[in-house]
Every structure is written in C-alpha cells, then in structure tokens.
C-alpha cells in the first residue's frame, strides 16, 4: 500500500507559521482581546505592533511575552481617538518593520447610559475612538498595503441583538464600522486586499468580566452556558489574517456562544 509523503519542510513551516514574513499592527492591543489577538499573530509567525492609551505596562508586558518565544514586536503609545496618534502609530510600524499587511481594528470603548443621558463629551469620545479611530488607522494603513493585506475590524454582537438597555451609543458606533466594512470591500477587493469584521459576543475582558453587572443578564442567553474567552475570538481573527481566508471579504463573522442565535 503507499503511504502518503511527508509534507515537504516548505509546507511544514507554512502550516505551523500561516503568517511568516507578515507585519500586523492591532489597535488596542495591550488588554483582554486586544492582547490575545496580539499574542496569537505574533504565534502564526507575524511581526506584531500594538497601540496603546493608559495601560503602558500591560502593553509592555504583551511584547515581552512575545518576544519570549521568539517573536518581534513593538508597542506604540497612541490615543485611538486622536487622528494624528493614529496616523503617527502607522507611519511607526511601517519605519520599524517595512511595511503592514494586517491592521486589526481592535481598540474601543465603552461609556453608555440612558439615551436622555448621554453626555455630548461622551458621545464625541465614543465616536472619536470606535468611529473615526476605524476610518483613519484604515485609511492610512491601506497606504501601504498590497494584494494579500488583510482588515479586520472587531465589532459587537449588540449590533445583532441589543439585551440590555443603556447601550445605545455603544451600537451605534459599532453598527458604523459595520456599514463601513460592507462598503469598503468594493474599494479595496480589486487591490486584493480584503476586509472582515468579527462580532464577539460577551467575552470575558476587563470592560466586560465574566461574573460582572452585565454578564448577569446575559448569561443565560449564551447557549454554549458560559462566556467566551479572548483567545476564542483571536483564533477567528487569526483565520481571516491567514491566506487560508483569501476569499472571504465583506463578511460580519460572529463569534458569540450562540447567544444571538
């Protein structure tokens, strides 16, 4: 009977390093998601930079742990809602590793109330960093990308279904990026260059810890019975990053636990 032959040390080292030779910058990419999606990059072979706002050492600590295993990667301190940070942090990435292939657009925030009380500074803020922060990081980024760059948004489950009230404005920004990326397929598809957006579902991380205020009401909507881990939601990122996903562009992927089901 014949065997079937190894896999040529070509295509080993393809399989266990998908990203090799790739340059990823992850906005937001020091805590919870943001690290994992960082840490899991850097594993498939990418060098990794993060950005950064009030957590210095948490981001440090994510490049050590990275470069531990043996993985480049860089932290770049940088105000998601400040255009020119953004831009700055980009042009950083590009200096240091000579291009960008991969942006994640991960960084965001969370500040919400009743409708009626809904401060116009917080408003601005949220639109500043989950809205504007999206636009700029990928228009600059796309700058420098070529056939086979990847952008990877992460957005919300809430935009499927909102289960709890005070979240208005939250949706809101992140119904944008999700209308963003539908359209921007058709610019970037001819460039070969493709866009996705993944929607976590509750997730266990520091805006939203399993055990906390919210997951007490949702809970019991996750079908799987628990919260999902970062980890979970970086490994869907880490597909659409690989050439694996060369053909998928435009999609809203949803990573939730079956909670909207």
Same mark, same amino acid.
């Given at each position: 009977m014949n065997q079937a032959s190894p896999l040529s040390e070509t $295509?080993?080292?393809?399989? $266990? +390093?998908?990203l090799a030779g790739k340059v990823a910058l992850v906005t937001g990419g020091s805590r919870s998601i943001g690290a994992a999606i960082a840490a899991r990059l850097a594993a498939d &072979?990418? $060098?990794?930079a993060l950005t950064y706002n009030? +957590?210095?050492e948490k981001a440090a600590a994510v490049v050590a742990g990275i470069q531990a295993k043996g993985g480049r990667a860089l932290a770049i301190a940088a105000d998601a809602g400040s255009p020119e940070a953004v831009r700055a942090a980009v042009g950083k990435v590009v200096e240091t590793? &000579? +291009?960008i292939d991969i942006l994640v657009n991960n960084a965001g925030i969370a500040l919400g109330g009743p409708i009626e009380e809904i401060s116009f500074d917080d408003y601005q803020r949220m639109i500043a960093v989950n809205v504007t922060g999206v636009f700029v990081a990928t228009q600059e980024a796309v700058r420098h990308m070529t056939a086979g760059g990847r952008v990877i948004h992460i957005g919300s489950s809430m935009v499927r279904y909102a289960a709890f009230p005070t979240a208005s404005l939250y949706t809101l920004t992140k119904g944008a990026v999700a209308g963003f990326n539908r359209s921007l397929v058709r610019d970037l598809g001819p460039k070969g260059i493709t866009v996705n957006t993944v929607h976590p579902g509750p997730t266990d991380t520091d805006m939203n810890p399993d055990g906390g205020p919210v997951s007490k009401i949702v809970g019991p909507g996750m079908a799987i019975?628990?919260? &999902?881990?970062?980890?979970?939601?970086a490994s869907v990122v880490a597909y659409l990053a690989s050439p694996e996903a060369a053909f998928v562009t435009g999609a809203d992927i949803v990573a939730d636990g079956g909670f909207t089901a």
């Open positions: $295509a080993a080292k393809t399989l $266990a +390093s998908p &072979g990418a $060098a990794v009030g +957590s210095p590793f &000579g +291009s019975g628990r919260y &999902g881990k970062a980890h979970e939601v």
